[in-house]
C-alpha cells in the first residue's frame, strides 16, 4: 500500500486527513520554491527545456511523500515496541497483584497506574474510556489492541476476560504470555543493538583508512621524492 495502514496512523496519533493536509503543504510550498528557482536559473544561468523543468518539478512531490509515509511508518513502529513492552511489564505486574490476592479489575487499575511511557498512558487512557462508557476493562483493551494493530494486547484482553468473566484461574497463563512478550522484546532489542553496530562499521574502516592515509603519505611522497 502506498498509504500507511489505519494502525500506523493511529500509533502516530495522526488522521488521514492531517497526513493529506501536511503533505500539501509541503508540496505546494515546495513547488513555489522550484519553481521560482528552476526560472531564475533557466533565465540567467543555462536555457533548460520546458520537459526538463517539468520533470525536475514532478520529481520532488515523490520524493516528499515518500519521505512523509516513512516518517509515519517509523513512529509507528517504534510506539508499537512500545507498546509491547509496555504490555509485558503490565503482564508482570498483574500477575504479582494476583498472586497477592488482589481481583482482577483491582489488578488491572493498580497495573496500569504503575507504569509510564506511550504504551501505559494508552492503556490507562482504554481504562479510563471504558470506565465513562460502562464497558468491561479487558473489553477496552481489545479495542485498544484492535485499533493499534497489537495482538499482545488483544491476547492478554481474552485471557483477563476468562478470569474476570468465568474465574478462570488463568495465572499460570498469563506468567507464560509475559516470558514470551519478554523474549520476543529482548530478541527484537538484540537484534536493534546488531543493527546499529553494524551501520558503525563503515564509519570506523573509513576512519581508520583516513587514519593511515594521513600517517603514511608523508612518507610515501618522501620516498618518491628520494627516487
Same mark, same amino acid.
Given at each position: 500500500?502506498?498509504?500507511?495502514?489505519?494502525?500506523?496512523?493511529?500509533?502516530?496519533?495522526?488522521?488521514?486527513?492531517?497526513?493529506?493536509?501536511?503533505?500539501?503543504?509541503?508540496?505546494?510550498?515546495?513547488?513555489?520554491? #522550484?519553481? *521560482?528557482?528552476?526560472?531564475?536559473?533557466? !533565465?540567467?544561468?543555462? &536555457?533548460?527545456?520546458?520537459? /526538463? %523543468?517539468? +520533470?525536475?518539478?514532478?520529481?520532488?512531490?515523490?520524493?516528499?511523500?515518500?519521505?512523509?509515509?516513512?516518517?509515519?511508518?517509523?513512529?509507528?513502529?517504534?510506539?508499537?515496541?512500545?507498546?509491547?513492552?509496555?504490555?509485558?511489564?503490565?503482564?508482570?505486574?498483574?500477575?504479582?497483584?494476583?498472586?497477592?490476592?488482589?481481583? #482482577?479489575? *483491582?489488578?488491572?487499575?493498580?497495573?496500569? !497506574?504503575?507504569?509510564? &511511557?506511550?504504551?501505559?498512558? /494508552? %492503556?490507562? +487512557?482504554?481504562?479510563?474510556?471504558?470506565?465513562?462508557?460502562?464497558?468491561?476493562?479487558?473489553?477496552?483493551?481489545?479495542?485498544?489492541?484492535?485499533?493499534?494493530?497489537?495482538?499482545?494486547?488483544?491476547?492478554?484482553?481474552?485471557?483477563?476476560?476468562?478470569?474476570?468473566?468465568?474465574?478462570?484461574?488463568?495465572?499460570?497463563?498469563?506468567?507464560?504470555?509475559?516470558?514470551?512478550?519478554?523474549?520476543?522484546?529482548?530478541?527484537?532489542?538484540?537484534?536493534?543493538?546488531?543493527?546499529?553496530?553494524?551501520?558503525?562499521?563503515?564509519?570506523?574502516?573509513?576512519?581508520?583508512?583516513?587514519?593511515?592515509?594521513?600517517?603514511?603519505?608523508?612518507?610515501?611522497?618522501?620516498?618518491?621524492?628520494?627516487?
Amino acid at each position: 500500500m502506498l498509504l500507511p495502514s489505519s494502525a500506523e496512523f493511529s500509533l502516530a496519533q495522526q488522521s488521514q486527513e492531517q497526513f493529506a493536509y501536511v503533505l500539501r503543504t509541503i508540496i505546494l510550498i515546495y513547488l513555489m520554491v #522550484v519553481l *521560482t528557482l528552476l526560472g531564475l536559473w533557466n !533565465a540567467f544561468v543555462t &536555457g533548460a527545456s520546458l520537459t /526538463q %523543468i517539468v +520533470l525536475r518539478v514532478l520529481i520532488g512531490p515523490g520524493v516528499l511523500f515518500l519521505s512523509q509515509r516513512k516518517k509515519i511508518q517509523a513512529t509507528a513502529k517504534q510506539r508499537q515496541n512500545d507498546l509491547d513492552l509496555s504490555t509485558a511489564i503490565f503482564l508482570d505486574l498483574l500477575n504479582v497483584l494476583l498472586a497477592g490476592g488482589a481481583g #482482577v479489575e *483491582t489488578a488491572i487499575l493498580a497495573a496500569a !497506574a504503575c507504569g509510564d &511511557g506511550w504504551g501505559f498512558a /494508552q %492503556i490507562r +487512557l482504554s481504562i479510563a474510556r471504558s470506565q465513562s462508557s460502562r464497558q468491561s476493562y479487558w473489553d477496552g483493551l481489545r479495542e485498544l489492541g484492535a485499533s493499534l494493530g497489537n495482538e499482545s494486547l488483544i491476547e492478554v484482553a481474552n485471557s483477563v476476560q476468562l478470569a474476570g468473566e468465568h474465574g478462570a484461574r488463568i495465572r499460570q497463563s498469563l506468567h507464560s504470555k509475559a516470558a514470551s512478550l519478554r523474549q520476543k522484546n529482548l530478541a527484537r532489542i538484540e537484534y536493534e543493538a546488531e543493527q546499529r553496530t553494524e551501520k558503525m562499521g563503515l564509519p570506523i574502516v573509513l576512519l581508520f583508512l583516513g587514519f593511515l592515509l594521513l600517517i603514511g603519505y608523508p612518507a610515501f611522497m618522501g620516498t618518491i621524492g628520494a627516487l
